[in-house]
Nanobody, 131 residues
Framework: QVQLVESGGGLVQAGSSLRLSCAAS????????MGWFRQAPGKEREFVAA????????LYTDSVKGRFTVSRDIAKNTVYLQMNSLKPEDTAVYYC????????????????????????WGQGTQVTVSS
């Protein structure tokens, strides 16, 4: 079993920055990749970013490219989402998720954008950006 705990959300003004953290724990943490998703009220959960756990490949949705950066610290079993130049439309609950079943990079690239492909989820952290 894997447990994921997000932190770092809050209320900020447009143009500000936040860094979200997702700490993973369990008997053995061996995710192939980690993803960040977000869900605004009345909307579907959408992909934000993903990173391979033991590699350097990253993926982003177009709306956050150049503003958000996903990274991970293997020693701390933690994945981060640095969010800069925040906009009101970034307001949502942000979730981290672990994909432990992707088989290789090609498989991961096909799966990363689909929330149903992830095996474990955190409880979410609220990000609110005021205009």
């Amino acid at each position: 079993q894997v447990q994921l705990v997000e932190s770092g959300g809050g209320l900020v003004q447009a143009g500000s920055s936040l860094r979200l953290s997702c700490a993973a724990s369990g008997r053995t943490f061996s995710a192939y990749a980690m993803g960040w998703f977000r869900q605004a009220p009345g909307k579907e959960r959408e992909f934000v970013a993903a990173i391979r756990w033991r590699g350097f490949s990253t993926l982003y949705t177009d709306s956050v490219k150049g503003r958000f950066t996903v990274s991970r610290d293997i020693a701390k079993n933690t994945v981060y989402l640095q969010m800069n130049s925040l906009k009101p439309e970034d307001t949502a609950v942000y979730y981290c998720a672990a994909d432990i079943t992707a088989s290789d990079v090609s498989d991961w690239r096909k799966r990363a954008f689909d929330y149903s492909e992830y095996d474990y989820w955190g409880q979410g952290t609220q990000v609110t950006v005021s205009s």
